[in-house]
């Protein structure tokens, strides 16, 4: 891939992925709380359409990675991808005067071909308007790759943030109200077991029926759809570039799926 540079910042430049970004990048977060889904060390052929395409924003000088984020051009080709659907059904008797609208999630593969932005973080330790800074230069560079290849990717490209968390115990109401009853270990610790295929395996085994978020705990309806801590830099910064809500959430934590309608010829 050519090295792009960003609009403004000449000590930053955007490249692709090198092997020595592996040490720099252990240990990072990206917008959704978790660890970065790092590229194997030998990527197996065709793994392109699963893995995608890291992007690096690194200082000019030393070459030390700053932010990064991975573009996968189609979601769900070769395992479902899952996310709930977040919408509204009305019950409403005239006779009686009563009417009330229901919010409800609805299990579902919405997003299948679909392309994504994922594992957008930062450098640990900046703090928020440098990670914001960062993430709009490297959102602005991934969009511009987008362009060169138009065909390659969906018409849509969403990005999971963080939903809420507890700041002590790291604990998510949302999934605490409604994925615990069917799962009872840590989803954190089932993703990094493994990897992109847990959604798939907890999706399993989760309702496939519409659920009333009323039947929910209080906190957990409270903060399905909600950008937690860990994803409120990147969310200034994906809505900059015109990213919003998409009436979609995870499964694990509730956290909003935004989205951004490709431009296409």
């Known amino acids: 891939m050519s090295t792009l540079r960003p609009q403004s910042g000449q000590d930053l430049l955007v490249r692709g992925w090198l092997e020595?970004?592996?040490?720099?990048?252990?240990?990072?977060?990206?917008?959704?709380?978790?660890?970065?889904?790092?590229?194997?060390?030998?990527?197996?052929?065709?793994?392109?359409?699963?893995?995608?395409?890291?992007?690096?924003?690194?200082?000019?000088?030393?070459?030390?990675?700053q932010a990064c984020l991975r573009?996968?051009?189609?979601?769900?080709?070769?395992?479902?991808?899952?996310?709930?659907?977040?919408?509204?059904?009305?019950?409403?008797?005239?006779?009686?005067?009563?009417?009330?609208?229901?919010?409800?999630?609805?299990?579902?593969?919405?997003?299948?071909?679909?392309?994504?932005?994922?594992?957008?973080?930062?450098?640990?330790g900046l703090d928020a308007a440098a990670q914001e800074a960062l993430l709009s230069k490297l959102i602005q560079a991934a969009l511009l790759r987008i362009a060169e290849s138009n065909e390659t990717w969906g018409e849509r490209l969403i990005v999971e943030l963080a939903g809420p968390r507890d700041p002590?115990?790291?604990?998510?109401?949302?999934?605490?109200?409604?994925?615990?009853?069917f799962?009872?270990?840590d989803p954190l610790t089932a993703q990094s077991r493994l990897g992109?295929?847990?959604?798939?395996?907890?999706?399993?085994?989760?309702?496939?029926?519409?659920?009333?978020?009323?039947?929910?705990?209080?906190?957990?309806?409270?903060?399905?759809?909600?950008?937690?801590?860990?994803?409120?830099?990147a969310a200034r910064a994906l809505a900059a570039q015109g990213f919003g809500p998409s009436q979609h959430i995870a499964i694990d934590d509730g956290g909003p799926v935004w989205e951004l309608r490709l431009t296409k010829p």
């Open 20 to 65: 020595e970004d592996r040490a720099q990048l252990q240990g990072w977060r990206n917008q959704s709380g978790t660890p970065l889904s790092l590229p194997p060390a030998k990527p197996e052929e065709g793994s392109f359409q699963a893995e995608g395409e890291w992007l690096v924003l690194a200082d000019a000088a030393s070459a030390l990675p």
């Open 71 to 124: 573009l996968v051009p189609r979601l769900g080709l070769q395992m479902p991808r899952y996310s709930f659907h977040l919408g509204r059904v009305v019950h409403a008797a005239a006779e009686l005067g009563l009417f009330r609208a229901q919010s409800t999630l609805m299990l579902g593969n919405d997003h299948t071909g679909e392309s994504e932005l994922a594992d957008l973080a930062c450098a640990p």
């Open 168 to 181: 002590l115990s790291g604990v998510s109401p949302f999934w605490q109200g409604l994925g615990a009853h």
């Open 183 to 185: 799962y009872v270990g």
């Open 196 to 233: 992109a295929a847990w959604r798939s395996h907890l999706a399993a085994l989760l309702p496939r029926q519409t659920v009333y978020l009323s039947f929910l705990s209080e906190a957990a309806q409270a903060a399905a759809g909600q950008v937690g801590l860990a994803g409120l830099s």
